[in-house]
């Protein structure tokens, strides 16, 4: 937003201040100032004249031989502008005189004739785009006044950023009452009356949909002369960034920039029926806007119509058919307040981002419709002529009324600290326009130009911006020291231990496509879809890990990468509600791996270990015993996407938490990965959940019993299951328990496997004899016929 200084200044009074000091007092209210410039004459030698005399020129048809007086004596100008006659004041450069760009004016002869200077443009002296016709100026300014002294030059225009939630700040008023309330100083709105005569508005309106047009007021300006503003209208409009139009369209736009309340001018007489209605659009109509672009309508959007159909699109843009032209006679002046949801959607569906859109998505205050229809309405009366009768139209379809917050003084010094007083802040909140009654608590009567301000919260905020944030003492924060919390710090110990196992850490975003999905056999019912997504390959929230890793890989590989290990801790979308929240999706937290290619340290002349599912087991084993974690189970899988034969579902105290293994060799091809892969995703929270202490034993100084038993099994038999019955006969005395070959082939049968299983057992106070251990070595293969095992060589 462009904010001339000296238009500002008809609202408040500031103290003198350089613009840098000016900078920050708005920053410091909360209000961004991208830059400022300023603006300076860009001319010299440029004063007012008449036009005393005008003849034709002897020897050309399409310019003319003026005779202007500057305050010396009447001297002739060749000039070839027509929209001017005998007595007009003009602004003109004598001889000598330099305009914008460099131009230097001097005397010159034109088809025999002579012409001592130049009488000037919008466009020749830097104030506009108007160039068909020579600047014309109002009322009888003295002759040889210097041109600069009709205008607000110097001056210094500020650009803001405003925030989205303070629309009352996007205009000279919001501003004003802010720097008035910061520096303790009083603003007002500069005094425009409107004068009016009996009679009766000759337009209805009818609101079919109250809920999306809260108000809407509208007065008639009967008899007027559409034509350009003044001067100053149209300088302070260029200086604001806008361009002049016409006095009935620039008062609209001008009134706009004061209060920030957007309005549109009607033709009064182009309004088929006398009537306009406010009402949803039917499908397949359509609209020329003012821009003169064919419109396609939907049912989400709010037109006003008239007798004969559409004729304006709400709070966006007018339509071409009800626009004021010069042969406009009678005007509609229309100020109305629109529901800011609609008019988001409806401003970016058409893509017409327009000044009205911008302020009233954001809230535009419904109670400040009339206010800024009277005020628009009798400017338009000033400048282009005209009657308004006394009778208005003013349809309220949703009143809004003022918040009222109860305000304790405990919560100022709960958020901002101790050092205020009930005076200080009520006089802060009465300097913004808010009603406080009572004492503590108090009640604050939020005016309803500030839609922001809701809560206790809020009103703090509001203290503590016009206070100023720089006046706030330094403190050391009170309260226990800050610091990770215990699973924090086992994330950081999970990552820690992945790294250091060869696995780089990705960051991938939350989206996968309907392909991933059914490789990995997911049905689409239960997969949430990004309703805008960015892109439409990839519209769906991931319910697991692994295809967002896999893409990854697939990348690496793509680019010339002999080998990937990735690991990510992440995010996953289940399509049912939350338990904490059943507005939002259940969401869990994953880790999931992946490697493929040669892994682990590299040996001089050796290919490496390449990635397969026992490596995968290996990494979670390693990650295990990194975080503690004893009681778990291993059984064998086949879930969707991994390989049926090398994958093991994963129990950590008895609850399923997710996979180890490889991927399917399908599933590989389609993501384009040569060779095994070892992948895995688990649950994330079970596994940095905090463990009890562990109680640690001194080890036994005996020497242990050492043997190896060899068992034939079925092949759908889990050796986690035979290692764990034939320990549970050892009566507390095996120490270790592990698989040191797996056989198949000559002398073994179909179907079935050798395992060979080494077993320590010590005692912690005696050494072991033989009579001791082999009783125990009969009850391990005992339990392990039990199981369908026999020994080797039985």
């Given at each position: 937003?462009?904010v001339?200084?000296?238009?500002?200044?008809?609202?408040?009074?500031?103290?003198?201040?350089?613009?840098s000091?000016?900078?920050?007092?708005?920053?410091?209210i909360?209000?961004?100032v991208?830059?400022?410039?300023?603006l300076?004459?860009?001319?010299s030698?440029?004063?007012?004249?008449?036009?005393v005399?005008?003849?034709?020129?002897?020897?050309?048809?399409?310019?003319?031989?003026?005779?202007?007086?500057?305050?010396?004596?009447?001297e002739?100008?060749?000039?070839?502008?027509?929209?001017?006659?005998?007595?007009?004041?003009?602004?003109?450069?004598?001889p000598g005189?330099?305009?914008?760009?460099?131009?230097?004016?001097?005397?010159?002869?034109?088809?025999?004739?002579d012409?001592?200077?130049?009488?000037c443009?919008?466009?020749?002296?830097?104030l506009?785009d108007?160039?068909?016709?020579?600047l014309?100026?109002?009322?009888?300014?003295?002759l040889?006044?210097?041109?600069?002294?009709?205008?607000?030059?110097?001056?210094?225009?500020?650009?803001?950023?405003?925030t989205?939630n303070?629309?009352?700040?996007?205009?000279l008023?919001?501003l004003?009452?802010?720097?008035?309330?910061?520096?303790?100083?009083?603003?007002?709105?500069?005094?425009?009356?409107?004068?009016t005569?009996?009679?009766?508005?000759?337009?209805?309106?009818?609101?079919?949909d109250?809920?999306?047009?809260?108000?809407?007021?509208?007065?008639?300006i009967?008899?007027?002369?559409?034509?350009?503003?003044?001067?100053w209208?149209?300088?302070?409009?260029?200086?604001?960034?806008?361009?002049?139009?016409?006095?009935?369209?620039?008062?609209?736009?001008?009134?706009?920039?004061?209060?920030?309340?957007?309005l549109?001018?009607?033709d009064a007489?182009?309004?088929?029926?006398?009537?306009?209605?406010?009402?949803?659009?039917?499908?397949?109509?359509?609209?020329?806007?003012?821009?003169?672009?064919?419109?396609?309508?939907g049912?989400?959007d709010?037109?006003i119509?008239?007798?004969d159909?559409?004729?304006?699109?709400?709070?966006?843009m007018?339509?071409?058919?009800?626009?004021?032209?010069?042969?406009?006679?009678?005007?509609?002046?229309e100020?109305?307040?629109?529901?800011?949801?609609?008019?988001?959607?409806m401003?970016?569906?058409?893509?017409?981002?327009?000044?009205a859109?911008?302020r009233?998505?954001?809230?535009?205050?419904?109670n400040?419709?009339?206010?800024?229809?009277?005020?628009?309405t009798?400017?338009v009366?000033?400048?282009?002529?005209?009657?308004?009768?006394?009778?208005?139209?003013?349809?309220?379809?949703?009143?809004?009324?003022?918040?009222?917050?109860?305000?304790?003084?405990?919560e100022?010094?709960?958020?901002?600290g101790?050092?205020?007083?009930?005076?200080e802040?009520?006089?802060?909140?009465?300097?913004?326009g808010?009603?406080?009654?009572?004492?503590?608590?108090?009640?604050v009567v939020?005016?309803?130009?500030?839609?922001?301000?809701?809560?206790?919260?809020?009103?703090?905020?509001?203290?503590?911006?016009i206070?100023?944030?720089?006046?706030?003492?330094?403190?050391?924060?009170?309260?226990?020291?800050g610091?990770?919390?215990?699973?924090q710090?086992?994330?950081?110990?999970?990552?820690?231990?992945?790294?250091g196992?060869?696995?780089?850490?990705a960051?991938?975003?939350?989206f996968v496509?309907e392909?991933?999905?059914?490789?990995?056999?997911i049905?689409?019912?239960?997969?949430?879809?990004?309703?805008?997504?960015?892109?439409?390959?990839?519209?769906?929230?991931?319910?697991?890990?692994?295809?967002?890793?896999?893409?990854?890989g697939?990348?690496?590989?793509?680019?010339?990468?002999?080998?990937?290990?990735?690991?990510?801790t992440?995010r996953?979308f289940?399509?049912?509600?939350?338990q904490d929240d059943?507005?939002?999706?259940?969401?869990?937290?994953?880790?999931?791996?992946?490697?493929?290619?040669?892994?682990?340290?590299?040996?001089?002349?050796?290919?490496?270990?390449?990635?397969?599912?026992?490596?995968?087991?290996?990494?979670?084993?390693?990650?295990?015993s990194?975080?503690?974690?004893?009681?778990?189970?291993?059984?064998?899988?086949?879930p969707?996407?991994?390989?049926?034969?090398r994958?093991?579902?994963?129990?950590?105290?008895?609850?399923?938490?997710?996979?180890?293994?490889?991927?399917?060799?399908?599933?590989?091809?389609?993501?384009e990965?040569?060779g095994?892969?070892?992948v895995?995703?688990?649950?994330?929270?079970p596994?940095?959940?905090?463990v009890?202490l562990?109680?640690?034993?001194?080890?036994?100084?005996y020497?242990?019993?050492?043997?190896?038993?060899?068992?034939l099994?079925?092949?759908?038999t889990?050796?986690?299951a035979?290692?764990?019955a034939?320990?549970?006969?050892?009566?507390?005395?095996?120490?270790?328990?592990?698989?040191?070959?797996?056989f198949?082939g000559?002398?073994?049968?179909?179907?079935?496997?050798?395992v060979?299983?080494?077993?320590?057992l010590?005692?912690?106070?005696?050494?072991?004899?033989?009579?001791?251990?082999?009783?125990l070595?009969?009850?391990?293969?005992?339990?392990a016929?039990?199981?369908?095992?026999q020994?080797?060589?039985?």
């Amino acid at each position: 937003m462009r904010v001339p200084l000296r238009w500002l200044a008809e609202f408040i009074a500031l103290p003198a201040m350089a613009p840098s000091e000016l900078a920050e007092v708005l920053a410091m209210i909360g209000h961004e100032v991208e830059g400022y410039e300023t603006l300076e004459a860009g001319w010299s030698g440029v004063v007012v004249g008449r036009v005393v005399d005008i003849t034709a020129h002897p020897d050309a048809d399409k310019i003319r031989v003026c005779q202007v007086d500057a305050g010396a004596g009447s001297e002739q100008i060749i000039c070839g502008a027509w929209n001017f006659d005998a007595g007009a004041y003009v602004a003109v450069a004598r001889p000598g005189a330099v305009l914008p760009g460099g131009l230097e004016i001097g005397r010159r002869t034109i088809r025999g004739v002579d012409s001592n200077g130049m009488i000037c443009s919008d466009r020749e002296l830097g104030l506009g785009d108007e160039h068909s016709g020579i600047l014309v100026l109002d009322g009888e300014p003295g002759l040889g006044t210097e041109f600069s002294d009709l205008i607000e030059l110097p001056d210094v225009v500020f650009e803001l950023a405003i925030t989205p939630n303070r629309p009352d700040a996007m205009s000279l008023l919001g501003l004003a009452r802010d720097l008035g309330a910061y520096l303790g100083i009083e603003h007002a709105i500069p005094e425009r009356v409107l004068r009016t005569v009996p009679g009766d508005t000759g337009v209805a309106v009818e609101l079919a949909d109250p809920s999306a047009c809260r108000r809407f007021t509208g007065r008639e300006i009967r008899g007027v002369t559409v034509h350009s503003s003044p001067l100053w209208v149209r300088h302070r409009l260029a200086k604001a960034g806008m361009r002049a139009i016409s006095n009935v369209v620039d008062a609209t736009n001008y009134v706009m920039l004061e209060l920030g309340h957007p309005l549109h001018a009607f033709d009064a007489d182009s309004i088929v029926g006398r009537r306009l209605v406010v009402k949803r659009a039917a499908p397949g109509e359509s609209l020329v806007t003012l821009d003169g672009v064919s419109r396609e309508l939907g049912a989400e959007d709010l037109i006003i119509y008239d007798d004969d159909g559409p004729t304006s699109m709400s709070g966006t843009m007018g339509g071409a058919r009800s626009e004021v032209s010069p042969e406009t006679v009678n005007v509609l002046m229309e100020a109305a307040s629109w529901d800011p949801p609609t008019i988001m959607y409806m401003s970016r569906r058409h893509n017409l981002r327009s000044e009205a859109s911008t302020r009233f998505e954001r809230g535009v205050d419904p109670n400040l419709a009339d206010q800024a229809n009277r005020r628009a309405t009798a400017m338009v009366a000033e400048m282009a002529g005209g009657e308004v009768p006394e009778s208005s139209v003013d349809v309220i379809g949703t009143v809004v009324e003022p918040v009222s917050i109860q305000f304790e003084m405990a919560e100022v010094s709960r958020l901002l600290g101790p050092g205020f007083s009930r005076e200080e802040v009520g006089a802060i909140l009465g300097r913004l326009g808010m009603e406080v009654r009572g004492q503590d608590p108090m009640q604050v009567v939020v005016p309803t130009f500030r839609p922001d301000v809701t809560r206790q919260a809020d009103l703090v905020e509001e203290v503590a911006r016009i206070h100023g944030f720089d006046k706030f003492a330094a403190t050391v924060p009170t309260g226990p020291a800050g610091g990770l919390t215990a699973e924090q710090r086992r994330l950081r110990v999970l990552h820690r231990a992945l790294a250091g196992i060869g696995l780089n850490q990705a960051v991938t975003l939350p989206f996968v496509g309907e392909a991933d999905l059914r490789w990995f056999g997911i049905g689409l019912e239960h997969v949430l879809r990004v309703k805008n997504p960015l892109r439409e390959e990839e519209a769906r929230l991931r319910p697991t890990v692994l295809p967002s890793l896999l893409n990854a890989g697939r990348f690496n590989f793509s680019h010339g990468a002999s080998s990937v290990a990735l690991f990510e801790t992440g995010r996953v979308f289940v399509a049912r509600p939350s338990q904490d929240d059943p507005r939002l999706p259940e969401q869990v937290d994953r880790l999931a791996w992946l490697a493929a290619g040669p892994v682990g340290p590299a040996v001089l002349g050796e290919p490496g270990l390449m990635a397969d599912g026992q490596v995968s087991l290996a990494m979670f084993r390693q990650v295990a015993s990194v975080l503690g974690l004893d009681h778990f189970e291993l059984a064998s899988a086949s879930p969707p996407g991994y390989h049926p034969g090398r994958t093991a579902a994963v129990a950590l105290n008895g609850v399923a938490i997710g996979h180890v293994g490889e991927l399917s060799p399908q599933v590989g091809r389609e993501y384009e990965i040569p060779g095994r892969v070892a992948v895995a995703e688990l649950d994330l929270l079970p596994l940095i959940a905090p463990v009890g202490l562990r109680q640690a034993t001194s080890p036994s100084v005996y020497p242990p019993a050492d043997f190896d038993l060899s068992f034939l099994v079925a092949d759908g038999t889990p050796v986690s299951a035979l290692i764990a019955a034939t320990t549970e006969e050892g009566q507390g005395l095996v120490e270790s328990a592990y698989v040191f070959d797996v056989f198949t082939g000559a002398g073994i049968g179909g179907g079935e496997r050798a395992v060979a299983i080494r077993y320590r057992l010590r005692a912690s106070d005696r050494t072991l004899t033989n009579e001791e251990v082999s009783p125990l070595r009969e009850a391990m293969i005992e339990r392990a016929r039990g199981l369908g095992a026999q020994l080797r060589g039985a």
